[in-house]
């Protein structure tokens, strides 16, 4: 319950994760909380991570290829290593273009080892690990009727496509490697709406996993 000792800062929890170390990662509407083995709950505002008090609802958190963690929310996306010495805030208005986010209502995130995809109500970003740089990416389908600007989730099938929910779009599915080597908009693989054959019974694809 928010507001005793070793409890979490806010009753609305919208993300839970456990890193390499065996510690649980809570993202709330206040904040984050870390639950490690050595002292038990902590709370971690984000001020405390970023030196600042915007930011602070935390609604998905995800881990990298090197053990350090994302934390995405209402106001960008922050990066910080495990031990917390290290941050880095993504933001729709950064300064530098190549570290800018097409949104700053982060929804969801996905990294597989060389790119995070970052899921957000302006669409899709990649930020590839090897470069540091952010890489906008548009997709379409082939009647241009639906699109994927809004988005809501995003997982990774067995043969490297990615799978996007959408709100109002319905649900995208395309090769990572097209998305990373195209240049403005690209065509989804598959597109599946209400109106598609096999179809959803809704345009408002909320999770994907």
Same mark, same amino acid.
């Given at each position: 319950?928010?507001?005793?000792?070793?409890? *979490?800062?806010?009753?609305?929890?919208?993300?839970?994760?456990?890193? /390499? !170390? @065996?510690?649980?990662?809570? +993202?709330?509407?206040? +904040?984050?909380?870390?639950?490690?083995? !050595?002292?038990?709950?902590? =709370?971690?505002?984000?001020?405390?991570?970023? +030196? %600042?008090?915007?930011?602070?609802?935390?609604?998905?958190?995800?881990?990298?290829?090197?053990?350090?963690?994302?934390?995405? @929310?209402?106001?960008? *996306?922050?990066?910080?290593?495990?031990?917390?010495?290290? $941050?880095?805030? =993504?933001? &729709?208005?950064?300064? #530098?273009?190549?570290?800018?986010?097409?949104?700053?209502? $982060?929804?969801?995130?996905?990294?597989?080892?060389?790119?995070?995809?970052?899921? &957000?109500?302006?669409?899709?970003?990649? /930020?590839?690990?090897?470069?540091? %740089?952010?890489?906008?990416?548009?997709?379409?389908?082939?009647?241009?009727?639906?699109?994927?600007?809004?988005? /809501? !989730?995003?997982?990774?099938?067995?043969?490297? #496509?990615?799978?996007?929910?959408?709100?109002?779009?319905? *649900?995208?599915?395309?090769?990572?490697?097209?998305?990373?080597? +195209?240049?403005?908009?690209?065509?989804?693989?598959?597109?599946?709406?209400?109106?598609?054959?096999?179809?959803?019974?809704?345009?408002?694809? #909320?999770?994907?996993?």
């Amino acid at each position: 319950m928010a507001g005793r000792e070793l409890s *979490l800062p806010n009753n609305v929890v919208w993300s839970i994760f456990e890193d /390499y !170390s @065996g510690d649980v990662w809570i +993202g709330t509407d206040h +904040g984050v909380t870390i639950s490690d083995k !050595s002292s038990g709950h902590r =709370f971690v505002g984000i001020e405390n991570i970023t +030196g %600042k008090k915007d930011g602070q609802d935390i609604s998905v958190i995800e881990m990298d290829n090197e053990g350090q963690i994302w934390l995405g @929310g209402h106001d960008g *996306l922050i990066y910080c290593s495990s031990n917390l010495n290290s $941050v880095m805030w =993504f933001k &729709s208005d950064s300064k #530098r273009p190549d570290e800018r986010l097409s949104h700053n209502k $982060v929804r969801d995130l996905y990294d597989d080892g060389e790119v995070m995809w970052i899921v &957000s109500d302006g669409g899709l970003d990649a /930020y590839v690990h090897k470069t540091g %740089k952010i890489i906008k990416c548009k997709i379409t389908e082939p009647t241009g009727k639906f699109s994927s600007n809004w988005m /809501y !989730s995003i997982a990774e099938d067995s043969d490297g #496509r990615l799978w996007i929910g959408t709100y109002d779009g319905g *649900l995208f599915a395309i090769q990572k490697e097209r998305l990373l080597n +195209g240049n403005g908009e690209v065509i989804a693989d598959m597109h599946l709406s209400v109106e598609s054959t096999p179809s959803l019974r809704s345009n408002i694809v #909320r999770l994907v996993a």
